[in-house]
């Protein structure tokens, strides 16, 4: 059964910096794509960042040059380092993973229940 967990959301100020961590069980974790994804309230769902498993990476506009996607596979765990924070960067981010699918396109099989990350300004 696959699992994924995500962890590290918290309260941080506009300017600061915040990394989140994602377990993925279940899976063979070197050889899966996974991704980051955010949903404010009333917003859609959207990618802010993606690895596939030969560690190409992904990002929006809205966070390239602020948010960096890496995957640990000796530990099986994905991060996400995100800095330079807005207040518009204030969601739910959720961790994804799929054998096949990747990118920025919420298309993956496998999702965490998410962690809250909140940017005051």
């Known amino acids: 059964q696959v699992q994924v967990v995500e962890s590290g959301g918290g309260l941080v100020q506009a300017g600061g910096s915040l990394r989140l961590s994602c377990t993925a069980s279940?899976?063979?974790?070197?050889?899966?794509?996974m991704g980051w994804f955010r949903q404010a309230p009333e917003k859609e769902r959207e990618g802010v960042a993606a690895?596939?498993?030969?560690?190409?990476?992904s990002y929006p506009y809205s966070v390239k040059g602020r948010f960096t996607i890496s995957k640990d596979n000796a530990r099986n765990t994905l991060y996400l380092q995100m800095n330079s924070l807005k207040s518009e960067d204030t969601a739910m981010y959720y961790c994804?993973?799929?054998?096949?699918?990747?990118?920025?396109?919420?298309?993956?099989?496998?999702w965490g229940q998410g962690t809250q990350v909140t940017v005051s300004s």
């Open positions: 994804a993973a799929d054998r096949i699918n990747w990118g920025l396109l919420p298309r993956y099989k496998n």
């Open positions: 279940g899976l063979t974790f070197d050889h899966i794509n």
């Open positions: 690895t596939d498993s030969d560690g190409s990476t």
